[in-house]
């Protein structure tokens, strides 16, 4: 404190974090080198285990490891902050700035055991219009589909150092007006990696219909200067063979990425007080929402060497012995590599929010709140599949823009949502032993992505990575309504309730309980439909294509959970196309929960205010199932669209608890 209107406030602060995501044969079982698949090598002991095998279109489990990992991380972050308060008549102003120093170590991959995907394309019925076909058959005739495997463990050591500052002030125009004015500045650089491991795909512009001449073929284009791209340190113990690499040298910054100067992020607030008992707000308000170290390692995946193969449409040609490329002493060959790019124009994901509020008290011990929140977020990032084939039947290869690739993952930075919601809520404070708040929310959130990664049902790519507007629909976590009410109560038995009790060993025992209890009803979120995986589009890209809908209503009067929706509803597209059922374009169950409790507290005799709490806690108390979502693949084995195979929410837990607080 400087003088009674003006303090400054000074933080330092440090945080580490160490996680790592392996199996448990690690370090333990070989599995890799049991099975003998030619090629595929065990590699780290950190990432032994079994490969993925999985089965698109009819509904059998995935055998095997998870694909996923192994992955080490180790995040240090070092903060220094500094806030000035000073108040200067009927201004609150605040002013100041913050410094860390990050580091966001990895090491990791997927695919390091490989993934052998398999497919109902050779076993299916010949013609124009195929139909039938198993995978599970796929599997024991040993016709892969696509494999997938990574040469090597990825390995990056980030490092970058962010700055922000901000100024508001708080304006008490009137004593019924308030207006807050702020302006927040970020600059937050792209990640450097010390070891020297990026690489980024140089793609050209795609023209979603032709292919692009053969002057604007992609690369591989490694970060720094150097005369030779595969030059340590560190080695590079791969080839690409069928796809060139060059050195930047100053063509893009050393990052691979441009910083971004323009993340300003205004804010305005105004209160206003009509009278004693009313409240009005609106607000208004930018948030950036800066990269983060997990998409940017993709960069140095690219000379762990991921290698994607797919056998030829209706034709088997990939088998366990030429399913992984095989090299040359300690250097192995990577034809048609699955690679990674992000775009070099930088645009940090950023929301605007807006808010109108009036808050109104009733009577002394209620009040009613009720409100419009709105956001719009611009610049999400999202993956899309660059080297998508051109929708159509037979060999993909040459559908392919750039045939000398497989997939390119793109990060790319064009998506966008919005959200709109009123919401209702209403505060009975505590009183008499009785309180109550209780709120509803109406809600929609429309996107074309709700994460870098596939979350709830999405999937990794867009349908039609060259259409991301197509990809516009509900977002995965929309909840369209939501009701939650929560109550306390105080029981009328005890010394000085209604139901007065004298006699301390009574009191002691059976009065002064508190109970209570939170009652939540929540609509379904959406699901995104899919024909298991299958590429029924031809494009190579990984099999994320929608069905058909056939405009019959696919909601049934009364659901089970062994047929939540009408199998009618949806049809698989004709080969060659995709679907037009839209992203998220259905509703699963919804959630009904209500958690009890019931606790009260003893004073020890020995110091007053020394208290033990006893608690008695039912979650789910009434035992009721919300389900999951169902089978959201129309295609799944003995018609198990939309049926329902587990719970969302946990059934009835109960757990008694003490608490001593003194």
Known sequence: TISPTLVNEARFGY???????????????????ALGIPNLQPGAAVSWGVPFVSFAGDGFASIGDTQDGPYAIDDNTLQLVDNVSWIHGKHALRFGFEYSRQNFNQIGNQFSRGQFAFQQNATQSSGSKPTGGDSFAEFLLGDIYQSTVAVALANAKFQRNAEAAFVDDTWKVTPRLTLSLGLRYELTPPWTDTLNNLFTTAVPHIDPVAHAPVSETPYLLRQGNCSDPYAGPPPINIRWTTVSAKCSNGALPYQLMRTSYHDFAPRVGIAFSPNAKTVVRLGWGVFYNQEIGNAYFDLARNIAGRVTLTSNAGIPSLFYSNAIPGGSGTVANVPSPYSYAMSVDHHTSYAMQYLFNIQRQLTPNFALETGYLGGLS???????????????????????????????????????????????????????????????????????????RNQGSDTLYPQNSYCLACERGLSAFDTRHRIVTSVIYDLPLGNGRLLNITNPVVNTVIGGWQTGGTLTLQSGMPGNLSIGGLDNAGTAAGGYDRPNATGVNPYLDHPTPSRYWNLAAFVEAPPGQFGNAGRNSIEGPGIIGFDAEIHKQFRMPYKESHTLQFRFEAFNALNHPSWAMPNLNILAKGNAFGVVSGTATAMRQIQLGLKYLF
């Open 15 to 33: 945080t580490r974090l160490s996680n790592s995501l392996g199996t448990y044969s690690a370090y333990n079982i070989d599995t890799v080198s």
């Open 378 to 452: 611009r610049h999400l990032q999202g993956f899309q599949d660059v080297n998508q084939g051109i929708p159509g039947v037979g060999d993909v290869s040459a559908r392919l823009p750039f045939p000398g690739f497989s997939n390119i993952q793109l990060v790319q930075d064009g998506g966008n949502a919005n959200y709109n919601s009123l919401s209702v809520k209403a505060t009975r404070r505590f009183s008499q032993g009785f309180s109550v708040i209780g709120s509803y929310t109406w809600a929609k959130s429309i996107d074309t992505t709700s994460g870098i």
